[in-house]
């Protein structure tokens, strides 16, 4: 059974409910101890005589608060006590507010209030009125040293304490660059506003707090337990000095990130943005050939016109190309190729012909 830290009664007008208070959460964070990275030995921390440099023990030490340099008023657990002893004792309620009054920049830490002996009823009781109302109490109660604000907020069947922080503890906003909501930096369309409001829509579904858990914890003993079973429980990992960070954009094209999430195409505008900056320069227009007055006037196929070659040269033709058919008749021996290859051997047929009836045409004219 959970060990109670405080005893003592919540107070509103004429009646006491003897309660005890429990604390309400646990912290699972990482418990890394500090090494001497020389021999990876633990770091421990000693409590020592500032005077005389040896060791003090749990029992001879005391509190004391340090009213000028160098001295001090003891103050023993008794002192604390009899400061207050009703402020120590007592959650006393102060007002009844509503709940949504008080902003959740407020609340600190919770606490799980339990009846003590004899106050079950006057414990349902306080709790079945703030439910019915739906309202919160507003406290004061000392938990060690501290005077604390808190609320006392009805969650299920138990009274909860939330410690509040002060007014004067809450730091001011004047120093940070906020927005104004009519500055023309922030201002917000009514497209950009419908899209967000569909994508909070798209991702709403009713608490469940079960399904969240601290999946960077569950990473890192991942990893421990890699590294011990790589037997690398000495290994320190240095950063990789060759990485380089992603380059920050200050840019943010709100829409195009509201669509993206919501799972939409850009937006036509964006698109064609796009397409104008990917564009390849335009091609150039390729001129017609000159040709001979004398040459032929029939049609021809639209493949390029071969000019004409001497023997050595057309020798040197066949050759190459005798070798480049070598491959290509690799390529036609699969079914997908042989249009192609068709299609090449027509070509080539009508640029041989060309070629031939050009050649007598050219030698009259030099004649």
């Known amino acids: 059974m959970a060990r109670s830290m405080w005893k003592g009664a919540i107070s509103f007008g004429l009646v006491h409910i003897p309660v005890e208070m429990y604390a309400a959460v646990s912290d699972h964070g990482l418990d890394l101890n500090m090494l001497d990275r020389r021999d990876f030995a633990p770091i421990g921390f000693k409590r020592y005589n500032k005077n005389t440099g040896k060791d003090v023990s749990w029992d001879d030490i005391i509190k004391g ?194 669509q993206a999430s919501l799972g939409k195409k850009p937006t036509k505008a964006a698109a064609e943005d796009d397409d104008d900056d990917d564009d390849p320069p335009p091609r150039k227009k390729r001129k017609p050939a000159e040709d001979d007055d004398d040459a032929d006037d029939s049609p021809r196929p639209r493949a390029r016109k071969a000019p004409a070659r001497s023997s050595v040269h057309a020798g040197a033709g066949k050759t190459a190309a005798k070798s480049a058919s070598k491959p290509a008749a690799k390529a036609a021996s699969k079914p997908a190729a042989k249009p192609a290859a068709k299609r090449a051997t027509a070509a080539k047929g009508a640029a041989a012909k060309s070629a031939a009836t050009s050649a007598p045409a050219r030698r009259r004219k030099a004649a």
Not at 118 to 123: H, I, T
Not at 160 to 169: A, H, I, S
Not at 229 to 240: H, M, R, V
């Open 65 to 258: 608060y340090e009213y000028s340099d160098g001295e001090y008023v003891v103050l023993s657990d008794e002192d604390l006590r009899r400061a207050n002893p009703e402020a120590t004792q007592t959650i006393d309620i102060l007002a009844f507010v509503n709940a949504d009054q008080v902003p959740l920049l407020y609340y600190e830490q919770p606490y799980y209030l339990a009846p003590g002996k004899g106050g079950d009823k006057v414990y349902a009781l306080l709790r079945e009125t703030l439910r019915e109302v739906g309202k919160i109490g507003i406290a004061n109660v000392v938990i060690r040293v501290k005077q604390h604000l808190a609320a006392l907020v009805c969650v299920g069947d138990t009274i909860v304490l939330n410690t509040l922080r002060y007014p004067d503890e809450i730091r001011p906003t004047d120093e940070l660059k906020i927005p104004d909501a009519d500055s023309k930096a922030a201002q917000v369309t009514e497209k950009e506003l419908q899209m967000a409001k569909a994508l909070v829509e798209g991702m709403s579904e009713k608490w469940k707090p079960q399904q969240y858990h601290d999946t960077y914890r569950e990473d890192i003993m991942a990893l421990i337990k890699k590294k011990v079973a790589a037997n690398q429980t000495k290994t320190i990992t240095e950063p990789d000095p060759d990485e380089e960070k992603p380059a920050k954009s200050n840019v943010i094209d709100l829409v195009s990130l509201l």
